[in-house]
């Protein structure tokens, strides 16, 4: 039986609970992979696993669930795609067909139309399987096609394809590829890259290497699969770059193997490495990579940035921020980290930074950044850029706080209040005194003030943070109410019940009870 990979996307993780409870999915052939919580990464965790199956809700932080599959089906058409909602409206279904869906299911999620639906999907996963087994030549073919859209958004004509795959299989050895990236200061010209590719193909014969494929991209990038390789290679092309036009800037990568056939897979390998290494590192770059990738990426630290953007915004300074992330570049460099964790990781910076913008009432702001999205950060090909665009963004908006007398102020010491609020409302002890103090002013001040900037008591707020943990503490655990009331912040379980019914319109037990029957 083939074994195809799931994930799951909700930001409710109760929900991965439920999913995997109604179904047995080892009998029917799949094995979760992973789960994501927001958009961002449901992105990121596709772009690790290259799921055959995704159940993502429509509803989520930072980028919601049909903007993913949006993203999702412009690059990879195989992957089946499935839809959680809440809605049963004909507009909703419509609207998750239209692009690119291949099913919805609503919640509640019935144990009958999950198996239905997970049934279909497995049925059509076997059938294209079984096609592609039919021809492995062709299934061959589609492999390297795949791949090299994928990545490069390049594709070989049928002449190259048979030749590749009429030369693969003789190929002994050490091979690799060469992988040129053409930026222009002036205006292209039509055919130029065409020119260049021929120039450069003239300079690789001369050193006597083969080439047995070239690939052009859209995107300027030429990349050329060679053997044998030979340690002059970069030599000879570095003797050869002053031939080129001064007003190009350029790129060249070489990944050296040893051993084996250059087969579609072993080249699809070679691809994905070289498409890291060459993320990593500046134009105007010659070098020789022998280090591989790894195939599995460890979590990027995505908790820490919340606190990190609201140190940045409650001093006003970049330097946080701007350490943070380049602690995190330099850490993602060594590591080798796939470039789309990493374009995730710096939309999701900047997500956060829009949050924290509508919190501070700066609205016009917010809905600049919610016009940066996730395609901008994807586009960008080259880490120094990716962590320039990113920095830019921030430096920007907190270049408009500065500007702001009423954030130097008042603003100010609400958020510190806030922070402090975040931080201490598990502590029984927490009063307005020690807020009071932790900002500098007297109790009595601090109250009028708070109330003046916010439209609510600072108990209201501390309030609505301990009751949003106890929600999410009920869903996701089993803790006891004792428990519970111990970690938000309350001595008394009969008090918490009083305040959890007035705030929620139900008690705490019922809330549980709704939740665990989703």
Partial sequence: MNMYKVCFADDEPIIFKVLNALVDWADVGCQIVGTATDGVEALSLYEKEKPDFIIIDIKMPLMDGLSCVKYIREKDKRVK????????SFES?????????????????SRESI????SKITAELNQETSRAEESSSGSEELLLQKELQRLYGASMNAEENTAWLNHSRLIQGKYGLIDISFRWNIQEKPGDT???SEIFSEYIRRAGIKIYARFISANNRIIYAVSPMKENTLNFLRNYHKDISPDLKYSIYLLQEAGGNISPQALCSSLKANKIHS???????MEIFLKGIKEEDSPLPINEIKNIVSGALQELSITKVSDFLRDIFSCAQEELRSPGQLQGFCYNMIMQ???HMKDLGLLQSAEELDKIGIERFLSIECAEELLKYTLSCIIKYLEDLEKREEFAGNKSIVLKANAYAMENYRDPKLSLESAADCVGLSKNYFIRLYGKETGISFWTYITGLRIERAKLLLRSTQLSMMDICAQIGY?????????????VGISPRKYRDG???I
Avoid: C, M, W
Wanted: glycine share 4%.
């Fill in 115 to 118: 198996n239905k639906i997970v």
């Fill in 279 to 285: 993320f990593y590192h500046s134009e105007n770059h």
């Fill in 194 to 196: 065409e020119v260049l």
């Fill in 93 to 109: 279904a419509q609207e998750a067909l239209n692009l690119g869906a291949n099913g919805y299911l609503l919640k509640p999620v």
């Fill in 491 to 503: 001595d008394d379980v009969s008090y918490f019940s009083r305040k959890f019914k007035l705030e």
């Fill in 515 to 517: 939740k665990e029957n």
């Fill in 81 to 88: 795609i499935v839809l959680l909602t809440a809605s049963d």
């Fill in 353 to 355: 930074l829009k949050i």
